[in-house]
Nanobody, 116 residues
Framework: QVQLVESGGGLVQPGGSLKLICLASGFDFQMHTMMWYRQAPGKERELVADITSRAGSTYYADSVKGRFTIRRSNRNNTVVLQMNNLKLEDTAVYYC?????????WGQGTQVTVSS
């Protein structure tokens, strides 16, 4: 079955960096676009970044452009979200996501807290 396991969250000061990793299994990883979403308290879940399968084209939400980088390893079935220059408003639970055979699959989420 499809499994997405996130890791790498934590507490960081404004201006700091974190690297989130999603380990995927149970589907043909290299054939699917992978996404990172986040959900802050009291807000809707929003798409942060995605990366297409083989070509590796990327999308970033305006709020993270120039600060976050998404990349993938089709060899290791991982997708990484490198987050630099973190801001207070980046505080959220971050989720890895894939759409596979008409369904959406989510990881358990990893908490990112930016606080001074």
């Amino acid at each position: 079955q499809v499994q997405l396991v996130e890791s790498g969250g934590g507490l960081v000061q404004p201006g700091g960096s974190l690297k989130l990793i999603c380990l995927a299994s149970g589907f043909d990883f290299q054939m699917h676009t992978m996404m990172w979403y986040r959900q802050a308290p009291g807000k809707e879940r929003e798409l942060v970044a995605d990366i297409t399968s083989r070509a590796g084209s990327t999308y970033y939400a305006d709020s993270v452009k120039g600060r976050f980088t998404i990349r993938r390893s089709n060899r290791n079935n991982t997708v990484v979200l490198q987050m630099n220059n973190l801001k207070l408003e980046d505080t959220a639970v971050y989720y890895c996501n894939v759409r596979y055979r008409g369904s959406q699959f989510w990881g358990q989420g990893t908490q990112v807290t930016v606080s001074s």
